[in-house]
């Protein structure tokens, strides 16, 4: 092995992704866990995709560019690429195996998707989510049901605080053809909003024949009934479209109790190129960046079926580190699961106490034995570090297999009794 590879052996990992240490892989299950649970209770039903696609499925209807893929070859030649987004591989999962089903589909998922980003302190390239797909409903209901889920999800995560931003995708278009911007300056004004760079957004749209509008639509604050009564006279026929649809989720999220969790934003833009209708961001205090993203995406299904047939669809993903980051910013920090019992065998008595152990487990408890002796003071240590619950002494004339097993009751971290 050379001297570089020598050292990179001895390096953390690659730029762009990290370890996870016991408290925080237990964290990232319970968060997940609890999301799939929530997600299963509105009707979605949870499926698996591969962790790598063909470049050209992981990039379909501008859901990632190639170069930022992390790509690579299989034996036939052919490109792969390391899934960069979730709502792709599902669409494709749903146009294809699916396809039979009836409508709609209501469809869960997590795990990580692989994006290459600006290096930059922090800057993750293994992302983990957990989210939802809904498959072949239109109109503001399904829209509305999801932006309703993506609420409950982050109170379901623990977050507090939170707020879910709406905007539609056509109305923006609309009002730069309005403003009559021309591409290279719709691209950037895009770009801008979408990193939510203020500054950059006002230069560029002040060089606008309709500068005042644009400068409106980003300043603008208000309910969807607002809304259309500022910008409804606009001849643009993607802007009454979009706000009718806008109108129409709002009215329903005062049936879903998620109201006062959400606001209109016009300005707003996902980096995705495969949305076409009502997205939405979850932002949370403490993290400057979204925790939670979706939207409508209804020509995205076309690129997978085999009749070129579209289907409406709509979904959102939580980025679960940044919800792990706001947990612990709002005094949630990682914690890992208490011991509930170290058996403390005496010699000769291995067997009972790994007898007895197996019968606790069985009862749902997690317990270790105690493998090599220690001293008071090292069982004391470990004791404290594993916040154990119970320690118990299995003397050699301890009853072993068939010991009937009782549930400890739970005792606070640090607190220990010791039979």
Known sequence: ?????????????????RDRLPGEGYRL????????????????????????????AAVAGEASRPEDCYRFFDRRGRTLALRPDMTAAVARLAATRLAGEPLPLRLSYWGPVFRRR??????????WQAGVEQVGLAGGSADAELVALACEA????????????????????????EAGVTPAQGAAIREALAARDLVAFEAV?????????????AEFRGSAQEAAARFGHLANPRIARALGELQAVFALLEAYG??????????????????????????????????????????????????????????FAVDLD???????????????????????????????ALAQAREFRRAGLAVEVELERRTPEERAAYVKARQVREVRTVAADSRGCGQPAR???PRPPGVVSIH
């Open 154 to 177: 982050l109170a379901e995560a623990g977050l507090e605080g939170f707020q879910v931003s709406v905007g539609h995708v056509a109305f923006l278009e609309g009002v730069l053809e």
């Open 118 to 127: 600006e290096e930059r302190a922090g800057a993750l390239h293994e992302i």
């Open 322 to 352: 940044r919800v792990l980051t706001a947990l612990g910013r709002q005094g949630q920090p990682p914690a890992e699961p208490a011991l509930d019992l170290l058996l403390v065998p005496e010699p000769g008595a291995e067997g009972q």
């Open 258 to 315: 998620v109201a006062e969790r959400v606001s209109l934003d016009l300005a707003l833009v996902r980096s995705f190129g495969y949305y076409t209708g009502v997205v939405f961001e979850g932002y949370a205090p403490g993290v400057g960046a979204p925790v939670l993203g979706g939207g409508r995406y209804d020509g995205l299904l076309a690129a997978f079926a085999g009749d070129g047939r579209p289907l409406p669809a709509v979904g």
């Open 29 to 56: 299950r319970e968060v997940t866990d609890r999301l799939l649970e929530l997600f299963r209770r509105w009707g979605y039903r949870e499926v698996v995709t591969p962790a790598f696609e063909f470049l050209e």
């Open 407 to 409: 549930r400890i009751p």
């Open 1 to 17: 092995m050379t001297g570089d590879g020598q050292v990179r052996l001895r390096q953390q990992v690659p730029e762009g992704v």
């Open 205 to 217: 749209a002040r060089e606008a024949p309709g500068a005042e509008l644009l400068l409106a639509v």
